[in-house]
């Protein structure tokens, strides 16, 4: 909240010989929180400074940060209610000021951290590794990116859960060739994944393309209904134990991306981009955005990279280094360039992942999913695990029961 420097008075309080510290009144202000940050406003830094006189005259000086914001009343009611209740104090004079742009971003960056550390229970377990696969614009080809990185995966042996959360872009069912309809399990009041073993491995799918009628269906939802559909695919799906879960996210950042940062601050980002220049400009604003979140960015993975004819001749179709260049401005990993295949078409079309196939991308991507694994993004490890650990005492105590 913003707004240029004024003063405003309470009405007077009860008096006594001994005014508050400063201290005792800062104590009471981290007790006044910031409705639209959820975050008291002393560790918010927007207290700036307290006065005690002795004749119990209390100066508070608060910083806001947004012009016009209506929540100010509230702030000052809730300063004027706390501080005017210690003994000692006969007035409240209220200071108002606006915080720098420096100290805006830091509290900004605090508020966020906080929202991460306090985020809402869902049924994904703690021993799964999250991969949000994110881009800067649609069309380089992340839900491709993600089906074939899930099938590598269940190849080599891993359950792995996909979320479709590109709800307007649904793609992943034609993808993998599965159909169905989520349905819910009378036992435990949650929605069933559809499951498709590839292998060794599993995979666990829930997509928008499982909820309508036809894959050509249009939805015309807004931010809130897509929101209210990514926290159902974290709180009502019966995920059960994964050892990766790969979400495949809308393009740019937008309600989506913030709220699943909101729901899953455990989780990482893979951030795929095509080798021109424009698509590694825009993909920089998904870094930003998911460490602004405080979610780790993994590594980047450059998609449609150059054509390989059969005699071995490349052919940079969309330009040249555009994966190196973001890996290398935003301070991650290069993890891989996937080269353009015909067979990565057909296997989209014909839901069979190239990745399970033979040929130059089924390659790359064996080597992508080999770096993740033993180094980028390895799986949770179980022995030792708290949250595995947890599991095994209630696992007993029901067993006990």
Known sequence: MRGTP???????????DEPPSEEQVFALLRGVIDPELGSDIVELGMAKAVTVDSDGLVDVTIALTTSGCPLRAQIQRDVRARVGSLPGVS?????????????????????????SQNAPDTEIPATTKVLMIASGKGGVGKSSVTVNMAAALAERGYTVGIMDADIWGFSIPRMLGVEGR?????????????????????????SMGFLVEREETALMWRGLMLNRAVRHFCED???????YLLIDMPPGTGDVQMGLAKMLPRAEMVIVTTPALAAQKVAVRVANMGRSNYLRVVGVIENMSAYVTPDGEEHALFGRGGGGALAADIGVPLLGSIPLDGAVALGGDTGRPVAIGEGPAADAYREIVELLVTEAAPPIEMAGCTARLLAAAEEALDAVD
């Not at 989520?182 to 829930?206: Q, T």
């Not at 799906?237 to 050892?243: Q, T």
């Open 182 to 206: 989520l349905g819910a399990s009378p036992e435990i009041g949650k929605i069933n994944p559809i499951e498709m073993s590839v292998g060794p491995g599993l995979l666990k799918i829930v």
């Open 91 to 115: 007035r409240v004079h209220l200071t108002w000021t606006e915080l720098t742009q420096e100290e805006k971003a830091a509290t900004m960056a605090k508020a966020r951290w906080n929202v």
């Open 237 to 243: 799906v019966a995920w059960g134990e994964m050892d």
């Open 6 to 16: 004024s003063t405003e008075h309470s009405h007077e309080s009860r008096a006594s």
